[in-house]
Nanobody, 115 residues
Framework: QVQLVESGGGLVQPGGSLRLSCAAS????????MGWYRQAPGKQRELVAS???????KYADSVKGRFTISRDNAKNTVYLQMNSLKPEDTAVYYC?????????WGQGTQVTVSS
């Protein structure tokens, strides 16, 4: 069993910044890819950013140049630094971790960008 604990969401004005964190614990053999997804009301869940164990990253076009994903392998933690936030970034953000062949999801954290 793997537990994912997310933190860092909240309400921020347009142009502001937030940093999300997701810490994995439990029966972790080896964490491979880690990533962040988001789901806005009425929309499908979409990939925001992902990072391999070796540090290779991938971003959705809509967040390139504004968001940065990073990870601390020793702490089994992945981060998402979000800058220049826009109202369209409003969504529930979910952490996703691939441990061996199994993927795990966090409970989600709300990010609201509004003035």
């Amino acid at each position: 069993q793997v537990q994912l604990v997310e933190s860092g969401g909240g309400l921020v004005q347009p142009g502001g910044s937030l940093r999300l964190s997701c810490a994995a614990s439990g029966s972790i053999f080896r964490i491979n890819d880690m990533g962040w997804y988001r789901q806005a009301p009425g929309k499908q869940r979409e990939l925001v950013a992902s990072i391999t164990r070796g540090g290779s990253t991938k971003y959705a076009d809509s967040v390139k140049g504004r968001f940065t994903i990073s990870r601390d392998n020793a702490k089994n933690t992945v981060y998402l630094q979000m800058n220049s936030l826009k109202p369209e970034d409003t969504a529930v953000y979910y952490c996703n971790v691939l441990a061996g062949p199994i993927g795990y999801w966090g409970q989600g954290t709300q990010v609201t960008v509004s003035s």
